[in-house]
């Protein structure tokens, strides 16, 4: 049911998780990509709104809603997607979703809120967006669909990057602390 450029966003279907922020830039991605689908990983109580939402805008032919998948799962999901969507509406902790796309080679467009601002360079991993700005949130979709090049690029610098939070790297970072604490 996927088709081309595949954005994936990964989140409990949450007002705070921002699920709505993507749908409402889809019907606008679409009308200049047709090559374009996104999947929504999860579920929740805005369900039934989001799913509303794509039959009233009609881009159920771009939308798939999973429902919840096995964690063996999710690097699956991540090597059949492009372009990895964040859009989390409020200060979040850093987020382990964020790890899993960056060691994915995908970029990431991630709100510019709580720890979303540790994991991301921005524009070398993917863009940090202010989740109340939509059109933003657009133009920075639409330049991630539209260049293969540029999301290449940032995958390959979010494969690395993600390597600073392995469990080892933390580990290391915790001793370096206690140690300058005796």
Not at 25 to 53: A, C, L, Q, T, Y
Not at 75 to 99: K, M, Q
Not at 109 to 124: D, F, H, P, Q, Y
Not at 146 to 156: E, I, P
């Amino acid at each position: 049911n996927l088709k081309g450029i595949v954005g994936l966003c990964d989140g409990n279907f949450t007002y705070t998780k921002g699920p709505m922020n993507l749908l409402k830039i889809i019907p606008n991605i679409v009308k200049k990509h047709k090559n374009v689908s996104f999947i929504f990983i999860s579920d929740g109580v805005m369900r039934p709104v989001m799913e509303d939402f794509v039959k009233l805008n009609q881009i159920e032919d771009y939308v798939v809603f999973s429902g919840r998948i096995d964690l063996e799962q999710v690097p699956v999901v991540h090597a059949d997607s492009d372009i990895f969507v964040f859009p989390v509406l409020w200060d979040e902790p850093f987020s382990g979703a964020l790890v899993e796309a960056m060691a994915s080679g995908k970029p990431i467009i991630a709100s510019n809120l709580g720890g979303n601002r540790e994991a991301i360079v921005e524009g070398k991993n993917g863009f940090l967006i202010d989740p109340n700005n939509l059109e933003e949130f657009e133009r920075k979709l639409d330049l991630l669909i539209k260049d293969k090049m540029l999301r290449t690029r940032m995958g390959k610098f979010g494969r690395e990057y993600a390597k600073n939070f392995s469990n080892e790297a933390t580990a290391k970072k915790i001793e370096k602390i206690y140690s300058a604490l005796k």
